[in-house]
């Protein structure tokens, strides 16, 4: 079992930057990959970023160059940092993790960007 808590969410103007944090506790030493998806609303969930135990990291083409996903050196900390936000990243952001062949995830953390 792995417990997920997301942190860092809030309101920012269109431009500026948010870094969200997500601590995963438990069996965490079977964690594969840890990653960050959103859900905006009235759309479905979507990947924006994920990152392997190996360092392994795969964005969505609509935050590359933008986002930069991260893990502490516990590993058991996973953080995104945003940067030159848009209205269009408003979303709930989720945190989970891959342990053998079950997801975890976390309870979301709101991001609003205001124009």
């Known amino acids: 079992q792995v417990q997920l808590v997301e942190s860092g969410g809030g309101l920012v103007q269109a431009g500026g930057s948010l870094r969200l944090s997500c601590v995963a506790s438990?069996?965490?030493?079977?964690?594969?990959?840890m990653g960050w998806y959103r859900q905006a609303p009235g759309k479905q969930r979507e990947l924006v970023a994920t990152i392997s135990s190996g360092g392994i990291m795969n964005y969505a083409d609509s935050v590359k160059g933008r986002f930069t996903i991260s893990r502490g050196n516990a590993k058991n900390t996973v953080y995104l940092q945003m940067n030159s936000l848009k209205s269009e990243d408003t979303a709930v952001y989720y945190c989970?993790?891959?342990?053998?062949?079950?997801?975890?995830w976390g309870q979301g953390t709101q991001v609003t960007v205001s124009s």
């Open positions: 989970n993790a891959v342990v053998r062949v079950y997801i975890y």
């Open positions: 438990g069996s965490i030493l079977g964690i594969n990959a």
